[in-house]
């Protein structure tokens, strides 16, 4: 299975399977759906022409891929690099990783595997010059050696496994420093103070828009759907920065717009729901998606492909390289609610907060099949929503289609629970 | 209102304190040519030893040569005086509990100048270990012990009498702040008995440390400071104070990586909400630095006088992006 020679043989790429795949979702995401924001329009096309059609992502200088949201992107474009995430979402490149994994490992770990030993992968960016492979979860550090085995140049960044004492702190910003040695080695350029602090400037602006989003996405009724929401933190893997800053500018500008003039995206009762756990990667939005099509509407997220990657931002005391490398480091690490660290009380409380701010009536915890430290925390999670009152689904699931129907089935219910407690509230 | 609010929560606080810290240092170090003269209880080192320019004096002068009187007239009618002072002391602290610190303090505003000009000159802050911090953090709890015990110690015939005012014999205040009016008399080693000889050498010493050591780390001389610790004896009632909404904290270690005085429980701690610590300035850098909505608040009299905003917080970092005064 894992010869790729069949790609010779393969129908023209808008007609193989990763673009149907894609295509069925973004046909769902577009015309289930009245009166999507016209700035979507970006996004949609945006993935249309990536995805369905195979077109190449243009990039500027060496271009570095990452592995997880702990690679700090601020310095790999100091250095006149680009990043791309190469987290994947496609069922057609988990079967592909399905040989370097054991059979029950995380699909995105397997899609990443796939993608890149796959020829022609999708999204088609130009040659990894070099892979940063954050050491986080047991699955993504072993995944470092088959990637270099693939023929990549992987640098490993070593994350601590706990982030509370200040040992692993010291740890993580020397690791972080190293990064930036290796990154200099790469491109021959030098890190100045000058070059991180406009790299620096151009992902706060990125995340500022971000938080208007996100900030937006509070009105009540709801004023935007998260299944648009995610594919927007989605394009953000591969698109151009300032180009993907821009198109959110402009979106929220619209989104503004559209709340004084009093428009709902959703219906007035319709189930305000929290996503959490496994990251959701664009075509394998089927969570999100079944959600909003059985009438409820993500208003917020807690995920690594969202929330998690561009809401935190960094601060700096001294402009100085050693006080903005610190600080860029301290914010990769200190605020992450990811389940590869010893404790998860940060991901609780965050959690609750964003159940709160969102006005929030049910929780869904996505776990993927094989995702072990989500699995882990499923128990806490619901404990402590449940103590608070707080209704939660708990899904496991995987990128394949199959389960769709079953879903279906457990989200209709769950929402119809939570509208029958909201009637009996009041 | 909300327009004065959102003004004030995205103030740049940095140019703010920098104005603040220059009007106090005025008042304080040249107040007196001015006929400013705010008594002699302050919480702050007005040093008393700048004769002419200073607005008002440190507590901690008089408050020695008090505690060093024969026990018998300290314990009598005498001691009432030494209660009262302490009480006017104290009342001037409440108002501003340790803001004196983040903006009166003549000495921490030298240091802050001090660091200024490091960062002008592109050379990194020096940090201490955990384990340094905690050791280091007690003592000022010692010199605050010593600088009771050795006056009564005087009082009571125990030591020498020409210990004197044993904390502004070491104090550097003493002799850095008359040089601002040109007053380089204190900048002498006594040799008039042996323990003159010792103290005034011991605080020549101590200025040296000062300047060497507030060049790389900032507020350096604040971590050993007893009216530090004096202050957070008497923190509890203050009018002024620094608030912290757990739930709403992200535990992102902004307002820790900013804090001159190193103080981990500022993004640790989510549970307590009066979050001074001890070595705490109130310089309100925490507050300027969380991008949280109301998680980091100074309140005065109960009401929140400046609360951390994701708009002040990204208001401030982009200035920061684009501020060229730091040049490369």
Redesign the interface.
């Known amino acids: 299975m894992n010869n790729t020679t069949s790609d010779a043989t393969a129908p023209a790429y808008n007609r193989s399977r990763q673009a149907r795949e894609a295509e069925t979702l973004l046909d769902r995401i577009q015309d289930d759906f009245p009166d999507n924001p016209q700035a979507m329009r970006y996004f949609y096309d945006l993935f249309r022409n990536v995805y369905c059609q195979g077109e190449p992502v243009k990039h500027e200088g060496t271009l570095v891929g990452t592995t997880c949201i702990h690679a700090p992107e601020e310095l790999i474009y100091a250095f006149g690099a680009t990043p791309v995430r190469l987290c994947n979402g496609s069922y057609h490149y988990d079967q592909i990783g399905a040989d370097f994994m054991p059979a029950k490992s995380c699909p995105l770990v397997k899609a990443t595997l796939g993608s890149l030993h796959a020829k022609a992968a999708v999204p088609n960016t130009a040659a990894l010059e070099l892979i940063v492979n954050p050491t986080t979860c047991d699955q993504k550090t072993k995944a470092s050696a088959m990637i270099e085995a693939m023929g990549y140049k992987v640098h490993d960044l070593e994350l601590p496994p706990a982030k509370?004492s200040?040992e692993a702190?010291l740890y993580w910003q020397r690791s972080v420093r190293r990064l930036a040695l290796r990154l200099r080695e790469l491109t021959g350029r030098k890190l100045?103070?000058?070059n991180l602090?406009?790299a620096?400037?151009r992902t706060?602006r990125a995340q500022?828009a971000f938080?208007t989003l996100h900030?937006l996405r509070k009105s009540a009724p709801a004023l935007f759907l998260g299944k648009d929401a995610f594919l927007v933190t989605n394009a953000y893997f591969f698109d151009d920065l300032d180009r993907w800053t821009a198109a959110v500018e402009q979106l929220n500008t619209e989104l503004q717009l559209r709340q004084m003039e009093g428009f709902q995206a959703a219906q007035k009762r319709a189930p305000r729901i929290l996503f959490t756990g496994s990251p959701p990667i664009f075509p394998n939005l089927k969570l999100p998606l079944l959600i909003e099509e059985a009438g409820g509407v993500v208003v917020a997220d807690e995920t690594c492909s969202a929330n998690r990657m561009l809401y935190?931002?960094?601060?700096?005391?001294?402009?100085?390289?050693?006080?903005m490398v610190?600080?860029l480091a301290?914010?990769y690490l200190?605020?992450c609610t990811c389940p590869i660290f010893t404790r998860n009380d940060?991901r609780q409380?965050?959690l609750?907060?964003l159940a709160?701010d969102f006005n929030v009536d049910g929780v869904v915890y996505q776990a993927f099949a094989g995702c072990q430290v989500y699995e882990m925390e499923y128990r806490s999670i619901a404990d402590v929503l449940a103590a608070q009152g707080i209704p939660m689904l708990y899904v496991e699931t995987d990128y394949s289609p199959d389960d769709m129907g079953q879903l279906s089935t457990r989200i209709e219910a769950f929402l119809e629970s939570i509208k029958t407690r909201k009637r009996n509230k009041q | 209102m909300k327009r004065i609010r959102d003004a004030v929560n995205g103030v740049d606080l940095r140019r703010f304190r920098f104005w603040l810290q220059l009007f106090f240092f005025v008042l304080l170090v040249y107040g007196g040519y001015m006929a400013v003269n705010l008594g002699q209880y302050l919480p702050t080192f007005a040093c008393g030893f700048n004769d002419e320019g200073r607005g008002g004096i440190c507590y901690l002068l008089p408050l020695q040569h008090q505690l060093a009187m024969s026990w018998g007239t300290l314990f009598g009618w005498a001691g009432l005086m030494v209660l009262q002072g302490f009480l006017f002391f104290a009342l001037w602290f409440f108002v501003l509990n340790k803001g004196w610190c983040g903006y009166v303090c003549p000495l921490g505003t030298i240091q802050d100048w001090i660091t200024s000009l490091r960062t002008r000159l592109g050379i990194r802050y020096s940090r201490y270990t955990e384990g340094q911090f905690r050791r280091l953090s007690l003592i000022k709890y010692l010199l605050l012990a010593l600088m009771i015990l050795i006056p009564l110690g005087i009082g009571g015939a125990l030591l020498p009498h020409d210990m004197g005012t044993p904390f502004c014999d070491i104090c550097p205040g003493r002799m850095i702040i008359p040089m601002f009016t040109g007053d380089f008399s204190q900048l002498t080693i006594d040799f008039s008995s042996k323990t003159t000889m010792v103290m005034t050498a011991l605080g020549m010493l101590v200025t040296g440390l000062f300047l060497a050591g507030a060049f790389f780390k900032k507020r350096f001389f604040c971590f050993f400071c007893p009216m530090s610790a004096l202050h957070y004896l008497l923190s509890k009632p203050a009018l002024l104070k620094l608030k912290k909404d757990g739930a709403k904290c992200t535990r992102c270690g902004d307002c820790y990586r900013v804090c001159d005085m190193e103080i981990r429980e500022i993004a640790d701690e989510v549970k307590e909400p009066r979050i001074m610590q001890d070595d705490c300035i109130l310089c309100l850098k925490c507050v300027a630095h969380c991008p949280e909505q109301g998680a980091l608040k100074a309140t005065f009299a109960g009401i929140p006088i400046f609360e951390s905003t994701e708009q002040g917080f990204i208001k401030r970092m982009t200035k920061g992006h684009k501020d060229e005064q730091h040049h490369e």
Not at chain 1, 312 to 323: C, I
């Open positions: 509370e200040e702190r100045t103070r000058s602090k406009t620096m400037a706060a500022t938080r900030q935190d931002m960094t601060a700096v005391d001294e402009w100085l390289l050693n006080d610190d600080g301290d914010r200190k605020p940060d409380r965050r609750l907060q709160a």
